[in-house]
């Protein structure tokens, strides 16, 4: 059976580009594959958090990840953190990956240009705790948006490395980057992807906004003053609202746009609004209903810990011999 990897890192609150460019797709490969779904808390200390607020967080998070209706038993689901052997083997390849390799990476210069006063080495080698992740899993695939593409290509060549001098031990990783949607823009500047940490919250949709903040958001959407409605480059606004529309329905991009054939933004905008109302009904619901049976979460990460405990550990017996570390009898 082929592996998926993936993961979002714990940090303020899932957003509609979370969801659109990762987790709609983890859902649609849940069925095929065995795949983990993880929380990946370590990454989020490469910034600083309140212990109180990071722990709700965390916890709301796999309470997102439910709500989006990932299956636990089909899925692995669980925190990053519960399985050291990600920071174990991390460090083995933080030693075959080369400071140029992660000084290149565009997400390590705009972080380290946002973050000013804390440039810290965790940052820095962020990419390796990412190729720890899914390497250790022997992942086949990494469903991903488009702004992970050059961390994934990082841990293919790392995983390429390590088997050149050590025999087939990692499996190199594909990434599985979803046609449309795959980055969704802040609806502030449609020129930037939709992120958790925008300063300007106008700008992302989160999946726990209630249903009047998402109409006012999106009716705030910027868009151009070409007032026709087209799917091209030229009115990044516009084609932004029409993947986003096109996405959560299912419909053809050009089923979309011709349905507005005639029409002005107004309605482009009401729909959106009402396509992502419609979308998080059920979410809401059951994050509700999780939340009130929190018993069941922590069996759902104890469970999938140990789950993902064990296949860690199978491959890094293997990581350790090939070595040539002592192991313990
Ligand atoms: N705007 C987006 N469009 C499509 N996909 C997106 N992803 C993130 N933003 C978009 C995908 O979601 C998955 C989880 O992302 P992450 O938790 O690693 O966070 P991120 O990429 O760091 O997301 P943010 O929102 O930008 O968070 P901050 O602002 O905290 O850095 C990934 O597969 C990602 O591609």
Redesign the pocket.
Known sequence: EKIIF???????S??????????QNWKALEKEYQCLYSI?DL??LT?RQDPKEFNRVCLSFLVQYLACGLDPVKNILFFQSHVPQHTELSWILNCYTYMGELGRMT?FKE?SDKHKDNINSGLFTYPVLQAADILLYKTDVV??????KQHLELTRDIALRFNQVYGDTFTVPEHHI?KV??????LQDPTK??????EDSNG?IFLMDSEDVIVKKIKRAVTDNEGRIAYSDHQPGVKNLITIISTLSGKSIEAVVESFEGKGYGALKTEAAEVVNETLKPFKTRYEDYTNNLDYVVSVYTKGAERASEMAETTMREVRESLGLITLK
């Open positions: 993936s993961g979002a890192q714990p940090t303020g899932l957003t509609l580009g979370n969801y659109i460019g990762a987790i990946v990454h989020s910034v997400q972080k469903p991903v948006g488009e702004d992970q979803p949607g795959a980055k969704i823009m802040s992807k939709m992120s958790k940490s925008d992302t």
